[in-house]
């Protein structure tokens, strides 16, 4: 039993002393681990706010990329499936195309549809296997040019038939309740 006890002792403390290791001798690599994040402003969206449907630019700075490479530009948002980028259009909801970069590291301008049905902000990001690529983002506006939040009042009526079902459901158990204890109480 003593021997036992030692051998558990024993082991316990190795398993201390290897973590303490991986701890001591862990940490520092992992503080040496590099992230490359895009650079910022290095791309843009022209315009900026844009109508559902409508055709909007992104392009990347010279020096963004190295020269003539693949860059993959990937656009992100509601409903970001039904978005065209050049002339291919995809049914996931984010979409994305690989082109190529200028000789000069830049992107030139990319034709990206937004969808018909468009709403809220879409981020868009280029990157390639060389470089942190960029992001920017465009706002979807009505006609008004007040910003397209998505908020659609037909959306709401399974949610107002689900409270109203709950709230029926309520009654009928309290009322028979009330029918269970006025008949167990006669």
Do not use: H, K
């Not at 315009?47 to 993959?72: D, K, M």
């Not at 200028?102 to 937004?114: N, Q």
């Not at 809220?120 to 296997?129: D, L, P, Q, R, V």
């Amino acid at each position: 039993m003593m021997i036992a006890t030692r051998l558990r002792t024993a082991r316990r403390a190795a398993l201390v002393a290897a973590v303490a290791t991986l701890a001591v001798f862990g940490a520092p690599a992992a503080a040496q681990a590099s992230t490359i994040y895009p650079p910022s402003g290095a791309c843009t969206t022209s315009p900026a706010t844009a109508e559902p449907g409508s055709t909007i630019a992104f392009e990347c700075a010279a020096g963004t990329f190295s020269g003539n490479e693949s860059v993959t530009v990937t656009i992100t948002g509601e409903n970001g499936a039904a978005a065209t980028i050049g002339m291919v259009r995809f049914a996931i909801t984010t979409a994305s195309e690989v082109v190529s970069s200028g000789a000069d590291g830049s992107l030139p301008r990319v034709g990206i549809t937004m969808p018909a049905n468009a709403t809220g902000t879409y981020n868009i990001a280029a990157i390639s296997s060389t470089s942190a690529g960029g992001t920017a983002a465009v706002s979807i506006t009505g006609a008004d040019g007040l910003p397209v939040t998505g908020l659609d009042s037909s959306s709401m009526l399974g949610l107002w038939i689900g409270g109203g079902a709950l709230i029926a459901a309520g009654a009928a158990l309290g009322i028979a309740a009330i029918v269970r204890r006025r008949r167990d109480s006669d």
